[in-house]
């Protein structure tokens, strides 16, 4: 057996921890899989005596991450901090300036910092290994970076924040608000104490981005992305969308269009029976569509302290597999410098089918004045449907639902413009756009 | 640039053309992503003259495997010729032993021979890829064989023959026989001539002891395989499936249990509204549970010429991606000396939930017999359900599905001993273990 490959861990959250302990317990089946041992030689985090339940013996504790980063005692980096930049940054740059193989959790960091790290890494031809910031525990970035590489692919999608999806199963499993479904996951840890970043849709465009990268081979483009989160989804959504076959989810959307790439984090309507519609809880699921393969789709732990580990550690492994010195493919499975610029599509172009809930005024010529609006701009309707919720005693107002065929984002803008003007409409109209995966 | 890729491919139906086709149309793409070119300088099939629709101009045509095998122009002998021994089995040991790393599709080769191919390759430092072999372009051997490094896998399971999950789909949504639905899949080409390898379960039961090996990294042991095929299913099973709230799939499944590896393929009643219930027509899908990560599921296409090019194309990458002479993870995700041998776990000790379907001579006392049978061997039922299928009107048949909660296979093979000594019975019982993946 070769000599042991020697790691650092920077950061000992949930993940980090779990990272050592996985190590440290499966040692032996480690060294046998890999052909070398692995040990944890270094870590640092914010505190050096809080308790985390595993044993830090033996290990030389950091008072920074450029310390550890850097330390000679160190072949794999492994940040695990968290962070678009500093020490995040700094900490990973100077690994691989010190010959250091990288893996990491931190979309963010990766999100806008991934290009320069990226061509770091393979001037120095280093590793820099990210499975664990995508998808928790779902193997993705080594199926799209390696398994796909004879394919063109066309559109990268899924269900990337499992803080989201657990809220939207819960409201339509319990019929609770939004409210209560984030209050109840903050209090089940699936839900940070400031919950913008997952619910308004963030953590998923970070993840997106990354994927629509290695999707087209495009520079990381995280501000590209068109954004809506879920927090102005209602029970009434999720009823409606029910009774017409369909189902809420929070989707990420990458696609190549004749106009560039259309990037857009969304909620969406996915019809029930489709493979998409069955993940639910904190589940996640990326579906790639390619010109050689056809469809692929995986789900499987979007998040949690093992099933993260599990990726960084089967990044660890690859590297420990590989002899220092050899050819590693490229970071964003092209190289770096061969990127081109990620083009935006507008989003007034993205063509589809939308669910439309308004809230008007009941009165004679209210169903023909919307009807005319959507004529105007030729959306053509699959159905319309008018119902009363159970908290309408108000006979004055009636709920719409319309379900329109393909049409394109403008036209349903121009036609909501329309309908507003008209005077009608009680509150502002609902519109959620219709995705069929796979 | 580094010197190019030669690829070698001995065998030109649907996979090898598609291979072929990939390679010659992705030239500028694959050089880019991998870092240097491939090209196919060889090629050998049963017949040079028939028209595949490529071009062969500027590749060396050799008469038999062997020698494209140990060619010198070669750098990676791609196998496609499928059939367990000659001459798969002699070309493949050649390349090796000739110094190329090997690509094959080739799951009954591998599963009679997979560790002594595994072993050659790891002696001489060769990679042995076999993607292709298993669930078509769903790239399940690259993740169980690099991302769960780090896991211990509990159990592999899943729908691993397009052609069984084909005609289950259409006997399902159109209503038709199981031979109706094979006859159209062999009309569409989705079928053999002779489906018999298909439809009783082999192709299934050879892709479940590879991926039986790299979960439990045992000697790969095709044998040691329970075998159903899914010729008894008829319409009347999956009616009354489905009015119980399960669909029929036929399932590959690899357990570890405290008596040694459970594995089997068999039709399984698996519950409307989980993920692998959805997975329709001629898609595969498998699930792996593994203590770290959890649960993870992958779909996609489980055949077709393009989508087993993909994997095999993806298997050529990773090989011009590394430079020769590194160090390569084994084949079989360890080294093939420490794999342990596989200790069958009997079929009777199964545990779990029976479907089962009786038809029974309708006289007083039937049920009670019958219920009484199952309470002999403790079997507690979920539910019983008698009816009356339209095709019935002889009055003194009724057939009886009782679907019980776990109990073991002993236990249900004993009662329906007890229940068909009563001499109630007409025909034979219908038996289906219910599953839950994931």
């Known amino acids: ?216 081979g495009t520079a990381i483009a995280p501000d590209a992305i068109y954004l809506e989160g879920i927090t102005k989804i209602t029970i009434e959504d999720i009823e409606a969308a029910r009774d017409l076959g369909f189902r809420i989810k929070l989707l990420g959307i990458a696609t190549r269009t004749a106009e560039g790439v259309e990037s857009r984090v969304h909620p969406a309507m996915v019809p029930l029976g489709s493979e998409i519609a069955e993940i639910g809880g904190v589940t996640n699921a990326v579906a790639v569509e390619a010109d050689t393969v056809g469809s692929l789709m995986m789900s499987g732990p979007g998040a949690g302290g093992d099933a993260t580990a599990s990726a960084a550690a089967g990044d660890i492994c690859d590297i420990a597999k590989s002899r220092p010195g050899h050819q590693h493919g490229p970071a964003l499975g092209q190289p770096a410098n061969t990127l081109t610029p990620h083009e935006r599509a507008p989003m007034r172009s993205h063509a589809g089918g939308y669910f439309i809930r308004l809230t008007v005024v009941d009165t004679p010529g209210t169903m023909a004045a919307i009807a005319t609006r959507m004529a105007e701009q030729d959306i053509s309707l699959e159905s319309i449907v008018q119902r009363r919720t159970k908290d309408h005693d108000d006979i004055e107002q009636a709920p719409i639902i319309l379900i329109t065929h393909e049409t394109t984002e403008q036209a349903i803008r121009n036609a909501l413009d329309g309908v507003r003007s008209d005077g009608r409409l009680i509150g502002e109209p609902q519109m959620i756009r219709i995705e069929t995966l796979g």
Not at 176 to 188: G, I, M, R, S, V
């Open 1 to 216: 057996m070769s000599n042991s490959l020697r790691i650092g861990i920077a950061g000992l959250g949930t993940v980090g921890t779990a990272l050592v302990r996985l190590i440290q317990e499966k040692q032996e089946m480690l060294a046998d899989r890999c052909g070398r041992a692995i040990s944890v030689t270094g870590v640092t985090a914010r505190s050096r005596n809080k308790d985390r339940g595993i044993s830090l013996d033996g290990i030389t504790w950091h008072d920074d991450a450029n310390s550890l980063a850097t330390s000679k005692d160190v072949d794999v980096f492994v940040e695990m901090m968290g962070g678009e930049d500093e020490p995040a940054y700094s900490a990973v740059k100077s690994a691989l300036q010190s010959g250091k193989h990288v893996v990491t959790a931190n979309k963010a960091l990766l999100a806008k910092h991934g290009v320069e790290l990226a061509s770091i890494a393979e001037a120095e031809g280093l590793l820099l290994n990210y499975e664990a910031a995508v998808a928790g525990g779902i193997p993705i970035i080594k199926v799209m970076r390696e398994s796909l590489t004879a394919n063109t692919v066309t559109r990268v999608s899924g269900i990337l924040n499992g803080t989201c999806n657990y809220i939207l199963t819960r409201m339509e499993q319990d019929g609770l608000t939004f409210e209560e479904c984030l209050k109840d996951a903050q209090e089940l840890g699936f839900a940070e104490a400031d919950p913008t970043f997952d619910i308004e849709g963030n953590d998923t465009a970070h993840k997106l981005a990354l994927l629509t990268s290695l999707a087209f």
